[in-house]
């Protein structure tokens, strides 16, 4: 069975950095890019970025990726995702998701955790 | 970033009705992925490439679309079907839809 479980959130006043952790079982984690997701309060769904199966190449959203880092550690079949100068508006529960890429041609995430939720206040 | 609305914004639907949630892109896109949000819990995989079921998803559920329009449709509701409903493009920069808020009338 797929399971996703993340870890590290919590409240984290504005400036500050955070690092999320995501433990991945039940299957290969290195034959998968895997990426984050959040959704605020209001429940807008973000794609923060991916990260390759073997953590060569990283893709992030591009209002993000000068203060978010995805990282893997293939070993411990653990992704992360390093957070930095955080903000009010970077509320909202993180996911981590395994993503699915069928013969290069669609691109969807097919299984996701549960959530860690952060919240940036002073 | 290719901008995603979904409408109705929220519906309600008697059980056995027909229910047809739209998504629609500001530019086109080469296929449409949808997710089901339950309250309370994460997403799941929905529908996947335009109009494949994932794994687990009842057949009363398809869907269908082409450019810049897509749909999910659900040919018989059902009280299980309440739920949230995101649809999501890719590539590139991929974003997701608003979301549809299905309720049961």
């Known amino acids: 069975e797929v399971q996703l479980v993340e870890s590290g959130g919590g409240l984290v006043k504005p400036g500050a950095s955070l690092k999320l952790s995501c433990v991945a079982s039940g299957f290969t984690f290195s034959d998968y890019w895997m990426s984050w997701v959040r959704q605020t309060p209001g429940k807008t769904m973000e794609w923060i970025g991916d990260i390759k199966y073997d953590g060569s190449y990283t893709n992030y959203a591009p209002s993000l990726k000068n203060r978010f880092t995805i990282s893997r550690d293939n070993a411990k079949s653990t992704l992360y995702l390093q957070m930095s100068n955080v903000r009010s508006e970077d509320t909202a529960t993180y996911y981590c998701t395994r993503v699915n890429t069928i013969a290069a041609i669609y691109w969807y995430f097919d299984f996701w955790g549960p959530g860690t939720m952060v919240t940036v206040s002073s | 970033d290719i901008v995603l609305t979904q409408s109705p914004t929220t519906m309600a639907a008697s059980p056995g009705e027909k229910v047809t949630l739209t998504c629609r892109a500001s530019?086109?896109?080469?296929?449409m992925n949808w997710y089901q949000q339950k309250p309370g819990a994460s997403p799941k995989l929905w529908i996947y490439?335009?109009?494949k079921l994932a794994s687990g998803v009842p057949n009363r559920f398809s869907g269908s679309g082409s450019g810049t329009s897509y749909s999910l449709i659900i040919s018989s509701m059902e009280t299980e079907d309440i739920a949230t409903y995101y649809c999501q493009q890719c590539c590139s920069t991929l974003t997701f839809g608003s979301g549809t808020k299905l309720e049961i009338k």
């Open positions: 490439g335009t109009s």
């Open positions: 530019s086109s896109v080469s296929y």
